[in-house]
Nanobody, 115 residues
Framework: QVQLVESGGGLVQPGGSLRLSCVAS?????????MGWYRQAPGKERELVAH???????AYGDSVKGRFTISRDNAKNQVTLQLNSLKPEDTALYYC????????WGQGTQVTVSS
């Protein structure tokens, strides 16, 4: 069974940076999926913040464009999200998954932006 494992979250001051990682352990088909990073803040719905196609083309939500960078390493079944210029409103639990929901959701990694 494929397991998504997210890591790299933490507590950071506004303007700081974090690098999130997600590994699809045991997946044979990771390389063909468009992968996304999602986040869910308390009391809010889960939202897609960035995604990357199997060919490596990225796309971003308006709220993170110019600050976040998504990348992938198909040899490692890994998708990464670099978070720069963090704002308090970026505070959320961050998850990865394919856009078509091919995997069970992982536990996520918490990002807290606070002074």
């Amino acid at each position: 069974q494929v397991q998504l494992v997210e890591s790299g979250g933490g507590l950071v001051q506004p303007g700081g940076s974090l690098r999130l990682s997600c590994v699809a352990s045991g997946s044979r088909f990771f390389r063909i999926y468009t992968m996304g990073w999602y986040r869910q803040a308390p009391g809010k719905e889960r939202e897609l913040v960035a995604h990357i196609t199997s060919g490596g083309s990225p796309a971003y939500g308006d709220s993170v464009k110019g600050r976040f960078t998504i990348s992938r390493d198909n040899a490692k079944n890994q998708v990464t999200l670099q978070l720069n210029s963090l704002k308090p409103e970026d505070t959320a639990l961050y998850y990865c998954n394919s856009l078509s929901g091919d995997y069970f959701w992982g536990q996520g990694t918490q990002v807290t932006v606070s002074s």
